[in-house]
């Protein structure tokens, strides 16, 4: 099972990114996807995550109205397109996939696969 983060990039305040992930070993329909992010010093924390058909996504507070995450099972990919990119939003940002019926979305310890990680630097 790979998970391949990419999009990741320097951008300065106000700016938009689109972040990829595409997966390989794993049919993603069976699972919901969600991205992470980790700053220096800082614990890994949720960003945001939509569920199998895409009919439910959750977002963390500060991101709401500024990042959309979406999915392609098709193509295996999942996406999250960031706007007015601030910089608390500079971070290594993580794909991740979890099991459907798992109950929880929010702890890394919901999910089972990880991207490597795409890194997203935001300048004043």
């Known amino acids: 099972v790979q998970l391949q983060g990419y999009g990741g990039g320097l951008v300065q305040t106000g700016g938009s990114l689109r972040l990829s992930c595409v997966a390989s070993g794993i049919t993603i329909s069976n699972y919901i996807m969600g991205w992470f992010r980790q700053a220096p010093g800082k614990e890994r924390e949720f960003v945001a995550v939509?569920?199998?058909?895409?009919?439910?996504?959750y977002y963390k507070e500060t991101v709401k109205g500024r990042f959309t995450i979406s999915r392609d099972n098709d193509k295996g990919a999942v996406f999250l397109q960031m706007a007015n990119l601030q910089a608390e939003d500079t971070a290594m940002y993580y794909c991740a996939a979890g099991p459907i019926l798992r109950k929880g979305i929010e702890e890394p310890a919901d999910y089972d696969y990880w991207g490597q990680g795409t890194l997203v630097t935001v300048s004043s």
């Open positions: 939509v569920d199998w058909s895409s009919v439910n996504k």
